[in-house]
């Protein structure tokens, strides 16, 4: 299983930035698919999944109305559309999978590498 994230870099506050996971050896389909991150000397957390169907999504309370998470079955590729990003979301951003028809994240079965996502004020 791979899943490669891409996007990261250096963004100004205010402005956008679009994060992409492209995924490999599972059945993207039929996978809940999300993002998490972890800043500097911070525990890593949760960011926005997507249910397997696409119809269900759920997100970190600060990031709600500002990040969008979508998926294109297609291209087996999970996006993250960073809209307004505020310095506080500087941090490695993760793309994860969990396999199973499910709304929501139960236990992530696999991480990608991440990618880095620094905010300037």
């Known amino acids: 299983v791979q899943l490669q994230a891409s996007g990261g870099g250096l963004v100004q506050a205010g402005g956008s930035l679009r994060l992409s996971c492209a995924a490999s050896?599972?059945?993207?389909?039929?996978?809940?698919m999300g993002w998490f991150r972890q800043a500097p000397g911070k525990e890593r957390e949760f960011v926005a999944s997507?249910?397997?169907?696409?119809?269900?999504?759920s997100y970190k309370d600060s990031v709600l109305g500002r990040f969008t998470i979508s998926k294109d079955n297609a291209k087996n590729t999970v996006y993250l559309q960073m809209s307004s990003p505020k310095p506080e979301d500087t941090a490695v951003y993760y793309c994860?999978?969990?396999?199973?028809?499910?709304?929501?994240?139960?236990?992530?079965?696999?991480w990608g590498q991440g990618t880095l996502v620094t905010v300037s004020s």
């Open positions: 994860a999978a969990e396999s199973g028809v499910a709304v929501r994240f139960g236990s992530v079965d696999y």
């Open positions: 997507i249910s397997w169907s696409g119809s269900s999504t």
């Open positions: 050896g599972i059945t993207f389909r039929r996978s809940v």
